[in-house]
């Protein structure tokens, strides 16, 4: 008998929650399509505003952290509560602070994020803006792959996006390397990011060329010799693609954005296409980590012979998160650099900072001028 | 500078962790598999103890539950630590109860199970146990295949192993749709489960035949229906597959065997394999969520043909985490019912309960002897 309770309690965990109530008793908004199954919160609410709660009956002090941080007001029950300003649809991470531990919401799906675990708000686009919501259209399919990298001696894995009708098919395929961010993985671009729904959408009202995308872990010891040695071997052995430089775009963001720039300067025979989504070389020379270090030799290596990069690079694609972004100064002196240099490029700015809803509308728009 | 100064911190993140020391002050037994990266927690130390640690500098109390409950002690700095007693090998979903508030450890992976996201702590395997390890072998693959559903009026995603070779071949192979527990989802199987891990070294050995493996959500309205209608004809037509019985196995863990149960008892024209493991139908009429009202239908739906039964299904496995497991009554009772239907079956028990180490075991017995 008490097994059975326990099994009952097993299927009916998640089923405890209270929720957010309206003026008639009625739960107001939706449910977040991130939150768990059965779980009613986070909210998301009338004027983009998000209701979030969490039950810590002992704690002294519970905080939200989304980029700034909220405090949450307990009842009598011990289940703390707070609403939020209105927020910029896309997907925002955010945290609970619990007593000063910072902590997932164990009411919503985690994403790898910020170098942790982190939880996912997904705030609803605009009426009629469907470009990255799920739709009724052909999909595509995302493909786990492990893989050896010899470059860091461990176990990897890339996830690989192919096109509706790949599978029936006997068509080669462009391939678009493209990098998370730093603090992210090779989950960062087909979780976050809705990779394969920005696609599929795009690919169904003919905006798009059908093309292969691969996402790789950037955390990597030399990402351009693990991405040469290892991931496009891997990738032009195992799918249909078009094996030349007119078939391959490399792009990322942040982090991946340095990682796409340093692998396309110093290996242009390679690609046709490059984007660069917040980001852009260190404008100083103290880079953490080691990185940037090369940034004069690369900006050396465009300067002798710029006209073969103008001519080997359809794109040259760079966007920003706006003022508020924290790249944007090291990309300005970039693109004056470029600019000096008289390097073709262009540039794309849309408000919302250095976050996810950002960069989904990068890869929206930087997916239409490639492979043409 | 404040603007690199937050680039250097998303970047460095996870570096602050203190981690358990040994008597020479260096860092005692093996970081985690699940830790995240640059995290140096939770920790293997000798004797598979496992060491944990959090920072929450203003909890009265923390604890870890991992199963059973261990209390934390917090030093100075506002860190709370644990060290566990001997665990079992394997996989172990485990929380930390931060002043009452039940959540995932920000140091470690996530996994959704307990209807919440989990933490998982992976427990080494005895020297020379390699059967659900990464090895050096061809690996296949795992991919992520959107559907709408109509049984749920809902879009769903499965995942689909497929086994090495299979993009270079034109061979047909078959298939065993295997089903996750209560409280977790499509992901449960090659996540917490390592499905292509295990599968992978089982085809290199020659000990299991190259096969597909479709991980669908069984969160269904009604899962034999969605099964029929939505999961077989997307499988079959989009994957070179045996389509006929002998071409098909079911199985599942716990509500993910009652689902396989289920399915192979009403529809035993459509599968020559059955799995259960961690199962079997409630022993009482009143099963949680109107499951199990059929029960006596489906021994009836046996006994008017169990010849036809017998030599429909090739294999009837069952297998069990000894008398732990909360599911142990309920299995006596049904294999009872089967000996007095003469149902032939084969039943399999090793220790550890409800858990995930019994459900790999089980998978890695009951692969190796369907489809031969």
Redesign the interface.
């Known amino acids: 008998m008490k097994?059975?309770l326990?099994?009952?309690m097993?299927?009916?965990?998640?089923l405890g929650n209270t929720i957010v109530a309206g003026d008639a008793g009625k739960p107001e908004g939706q449910v977040s399509v991130n939150a768990?199954?059965?779980?009613q919160v986070p909210r998301i609410l009338p004027g983009n505003r998000a209701a979030f709660e969490?039950?810590?009956?002992?704690?002294?002090?519970?905080q939200l952290d989304l980029g700034r941080l909220y405090d949450m007001t307990r009842d009598d029950n011990?289940v703390w509560r707070c609403v939020t300003d209105s927020l910029m649809p896309g997907f925002h991470y955010y945290f609970?602070v619990?007593?000063?531990?910072?902590?997932?919401d164990?009411?919503?799906?985690?994403f790898?994020g910020?170098?942790?675990?982190a939880s996912g708000l997904e705030v609803p686009y605009a009426e009629g803006d469907k470009r990255f919501e799920?739709a009724?259209v052909p999909?595509g399919?995302?493909?786990?792959?492990?893989?050896?990298s010899s470059v860091d001696n461990a176990?990897k894995r890339m996830f690989i996006y192919t096109p509706p009708g790949y599978?029936?098919s006997t068509d080669r395929y462009p391939v678009l390397y493209l990098q998370h961010?730093?603090?992210e993985?090779e989950r960062g671009w087909?979780q976050q990011g809705r990779t394969?729904i920005i696609m599929d959408n795009l690919i169904a009202q003919g905006k798009a060329v059908p093309m292969i995308i691969v996402m790789s872990d950037g955390?990597s010891r030399d990402f351009t010799e693990e991405l040469i040695k290892e991931c496009i071997p891997l990738v032009e052995s195992?799918?249909r693609v078009i094996a030349g430089p007119e078939g391959r775009a490399i792009a990322g963001l942040?982090?991946g954005g340095i990682h796409a720039l340093n692998a396309a300067i110093t290996h242009p025979e390679l690609f046709s296409n490059l984007g660069v989504f917040s980001s852009g070389w260190w404008a100083?020379s103290a880079a953490?980590?080691g990185m940037g270090n090369d940034t004069e030799k690369y900006y050396d290596r465009i300067k002798k012979d710029t006209d073969y990069f103008n001519r080997q690079f359809r794109n040259v694609w760079i966007s920003m998160g706006g003022k508020e972004d924290?790249?944007?100064?090291n990309c300005q002196v970039m693109m004056k650099r470029f600019d000096d240099l008289g390097l073709k490029y262009e540039y794309f700015e849309t408000p919302g900072g250095h976050t996810w809803p950002v960069w989904r509308e990068s890869l929206y728009r930087f997916a239409q001028r490639i492979f043409k």
Chains 1, 2 share one sequence.
Do not use: W
């Not at 910020?114 to 675990?117: R, S």
């Open positions: 097994k059975t326990i099994f009952i097993l299927l009916t965990l998640a768990v199954r059965r779980s969490v039950k810590a009956p002992e704690a002294k002090k519970v011990g609970l619990v007593d000063g531990a910072r902590v997932a164990p009411a919503s799906e985690s790898f910020c170098g942790v675990m799920l009724d999909h399919e995302v493909v786990q792959r492990r893989y050896h176990d599978n029936s961010g730093g603090g993985d087909s394969d955390n195992n799918y942040s982090m100083t953490p980590g924290i790249a944007y100064n």
